[in-house]
C-alpha cells in the first residue's frame, strides 16, 4: 500500500504513469528551464538600477565598449561571447599570451563596479581598475588588481612578495589578503565588486560580503606597494602605482577559461 501511495503522490508532480524514469527526465527539463530563464534576466539593468545612475558595461551580445589593452580594437581572437557571456578562452595558462587582456572605452575616478565571474578548475584571471596604458611592457597591462584564482588548485595562491595570501581570491593583488571570503566554488557565479569613493577609500567585496578595505594614496598603501613587486621602477614610471587620478576597467587574459557577466558600474561623487 506504501508503494502505491509513493507513487501516486510522484505521478502528481511529475505527470507520469509509473515512479521509474520519468522523474530524472522531468527534473532535467527543470533545469534547462531554469538555465533559460537565467540568462533571458541578465545582462540587464533594472528601473531602480536606471535611476541610481548605472551602466551596463556588457550587453551580452557584443563586445561594443570594449578593446584590447594597448589596441584599438578588439583581440581577434582569445576572448568570445556566448551565451550572454564574455568570455576568456583556455589557452597556455600564460599571462596575456593568446587575445590579452580587455578594458573598457572609457575611464573612471570613483565608482562602484559590479562584475559576475564563473571559473574553470585551477584558473586564474583578475579585474583590474585604474589602468592608464602608460607603460610600454609586454604581458598584463599595470593597474590595481581584484583577484581571480581557484585557491585550491592554482599554484599562484601560495606565492606572494611580502605579503602572505596577497594573491589569493578576492585580495589586492600583492599588496593586502582578503578575507572572510565566502567562494560559491568552481564552475558557479560569483560576484565581484570594487567600490572606489571620491576620497579615495576602496572596498573589495565578494559575493555581498566585504573582503578588504584600504585608502589609495595613503602612507599605508605607499607600504604595501613597497613591499610588493609594484615597488619595481618599472611599475613607476608614469606616477606612484595604483594612484592615477582615473583609469580603465580591465579584464585579464591569464590563460584560463573565465566567464563574465552582469558587468556594470556606478560613477560615484
Known amino acids: 500500500m506504501k508503494t502505491l ?6 505521478g502528481a508532480f511529475i505527470l507520469s504513469s509509473s515512479c521509474t524514469g520519468k522523474k530524472e527526465e522531468k527534473t532535467n527539463i527543470l533545469a534547462v528551464e531554469e538555465t533559460e530563464m537565467d540568462v533571458s534576466s541578465v545582462n540587464i539593468l533594472t528601473d531602480q538600477e536606471k535611476t541610481e545612475g548605472w551602466v551596463l558595461l556588457f550587453d551580452g551580445e557584443t563586445t561594443k565598449g570594449w578593446r584590447g589593452a594597448h589596441l584599438d580594437a578588439f583581440p581577434e581572437h ?4 556566448r551565451n550572454g557571456e564574455l568570455i576568456v578562452e583556455q589557452s597556455d595558462g600564460g599571462e596575456s599570451t593568446n587575445g590579452g587582456d580587455i578594458v573598457t572605452d572609457g575611464e573612471y575616478s570613483a565608482f562602484e563596479l559590479s562584475v559576475d565571474f564563473k571559473i574553470t578548475e585551477g584558473a586564474n584571471s583578475g579585474i583590474k581598475y585604474f589602468v592608464t596604458e602608460k607603460e610600454k611592457q609586454k604581458g598584463s597591462a599595470y593597474g590595481l588588481e581584484y583577484q581571480i584564482l581557484d585557491d585550491a588548485k592554482h599554484p599562484d595562491a601560495k606565492l606572494y612578495t611580502t605579503f ?11 599588496l593586502k589578503k582578503s578575507e572572510n571570503v565566502r567562494f560559491n566554488g568552481v564552475g558557479k557565479w560569483n560576484t565581484a565588486v570594487v567600490k572606489v569613493f571620491p576620497n579615495n577609500h576602496v572596498e573589495h567585496w565578494l559575493n555581498g560580503v566585504k573582503i578588504l578595505e584600504y585608502e589609495r594614496g595613503s602612507e599605508a598603501f605607499r607600504s604595501l606597494v613597497k613591499g610588493s613587486k609594484y615597488a619595481d621602477p618599472a611599475y613607476n614610471t608614469d606616477g606612484a602605482f595604483g594612484e592615477a587620478p582615473k583609469g580603465h576597467i580591465l579584464l585579464q587574459d591569464h590563460g584560463n577559461e573565465v566567464a563574465f557577466r552582469n558587468i556594470k558600474i556606478k560613477e560615484l561623487k
Open 164 to 174: 602572505p595570501g596577497s594573491r589569493t581570491l578576492g585580495s589586492l593583488y600583492d
Open 78 to 81: 582569445g576572448w568570445s561571447v
Open 5 to 10: 501511495i509513493t507513487c501516486a503522490v510522484l
